[in-house]
Nanobody, 126 residues
Framework: QVQVIESGGGLVQTGGSLRLSCVASGRAFDGYAMGWFRQAPGKEREFVASIAWVAPSVYYADSVKDRFTISKDTAKNTLYLQMNNLKPEDTAVYYC???????????????????WGQGTQVTVSS
């Protein structure tokens, strides 16, 4: 089972940027996809973005489209999330996740399809 470890969270002002990283450790990731989710206080965990590990496919939640960019470096077993024009409503714990199931759109809301990291806090001040 792959393990994923996030880093890069922090405090930023509205309109600022942050870049999250996630390393899949143990061995080369041989699953289908990796992605980012987030959970704000008192809310359910929600999908942010995902990327197919071998294919060039990506999928975004409407709330982050055009502001966030998901990317990967398969040689380094690393996933990234570049977050620009951050808003206070982006404040949440961000989780990296890995999946061995197919279909980026299908698994976006299938939380049981993912293996989770420990999360990293992102706080956007107004």
């Amino acid at each position: 089972q792959v393990q994923v470890i996030e880093s890069g969270g922090g405090l930023v002002q509205t309109g600022g940027s942050l870049r999250l990283s996630c390393v899949a450790s143990g061995r080369a990731f041989d699953g289908y996809a990796m992605g980012w989710f987030r959970q704000a206080p008192g809310k359910e965990r929600e999908f942010v973005a995902s990327i197919a590990w071998v294919a060039p496919s990506v999928y975004y939640a409407d709330s982050v489209k055009d502001r966030f960019t998901i990317s990967k470096d398969t040689a380094k077993n690393t996933l990234y999330l570049q977050m620009n024009n951050l808003k206070p409503e982006d404040t949440a714990v961000y989780y990296c996740a890995a999946s061995y199931k197919l279909g980026l759109k299908f698994i976006a809301n299938e939380l049981d399809s993912w293996t989770w990291g420990q999360g990293t806090q992102v706080t956007v001040s107004s």
